[in-house]
T-cell receptor
Framework: GAVVSQHPSRVICKSGTSVKIECRSL??????MFWYRQFPKQSLMLMATSNEGSKATYEQGVEKDKFLINHASLTLSTLTVTSAHPEDSSFYIC?????????????FGPGTRLTVT | QKEVEQNSGPLSVPEGAIASLNCTYSDRGSQSFFWYRQYSGKSPELIMFIYSNGDKEDGRFTAQLNKASQYVSLLIRDSQPSDSATYLCAANTGTASKLTFGTGTRLQVTL
């Protein structure tokens, strides 16, 4: 079953507004979560690493003031796209590591499709 | 730059055949390797991971790792049309560190 959830699954917003996307770990604690963005027919692009209780680590070229990440608890990370523009329309996906007895596996949430009009 | 490389495809195989997906990586410090399947419009789904040299089998899937050659592969036996998707190879250098993804190989299983 799903171990990482995201909400909403789809959102349409007007240009200039802000949108918040939630990523939750189900039945486990995630001190670290990752946020990705994927444009149509392109590969996954890591945007940032979200760390519980501390500042997120952004990848080169990702505007930290535009993509606000908050990881306030061990089961919830949020990504806020501020002052969204049509070029921010994309598929946003979060992920988290799940530890097993002998391994770590990274699972993805179902994704949030953002359309900015 | 640390990279994971895959042939973008499409790789076309007939139903029932073996599909072989390949991946190379440049960072010799890579420790763990993951294969994800991504259907169009959906998020990636973990298929298998491998840490040690050799083969690892899970149902119709076999992952192969050769650290000396910096090569990872995924074999899909008895390919089905439902296996048609993009397969992403990923590597990381430490426990729970960020993954480096390849661009993915699109697999088409034809009837």
């Amino acid at each position: 079953g799903a171990v990482v959830s995201q909400h909403p699954s789809r959102v349409i917003c007007k240009s200039g507004t802000s949108v918040k996307i939630e990523c939750r770990s189900l039945d486990f604690q995630a001190t670290t979560m990752f946020w990705y963005r994927q444009f149509p027919k392109q590969s996954l692009m890591l945007m940032a690493t979200s760390n519980e209780g501390s500042k997120a680590t952004y990848e080169q070229g990702v505007e930290k003031d535009k993509f606000l990440i908050n990881h306030a608890s061990l089961t919830l990370s949020t990504l806020t796209v501020t002052s969204a523009h049509p070029e921010d329309s994309s598929f946003y996906i979060c992920s988290a590591w799940v530890s097993g007895t002998y391994s770590y596996e990274q699972y993805f949430g179902p994704g949030t499709r953002l359309t900015v009009t | 730059q640390k990279e994971v490389e895959q042939n973008s495809g499409p790789l076309s195989v007939p139903e029932g055949a073996i599909a072989s997906l390949n991946c190379t990586y440049s960072d010799r410090g890579s420790q763990s390797f993951f294969w994800y399947r991504q259907y169009s419009g959906k998020s990636p789904e973990l298929i298998m991971f491998i840490y040690s040299n050799g083969d690892k089998e899970d149902g119709r899937f076999t992952a192969q790792l050769n650290k000396a050659s910096q090569y990872v592969s995924l074999l899909i036996r008895d390919s089905q049309p439902s296996d048609s998707a993009t397969y992403l190879c990923a590597a990381n250098t430490g426990t729970a560190s960020k993954l480096t993804f390849g661009t993915g190989t699109r697999l088409q299983v034809t009837l």
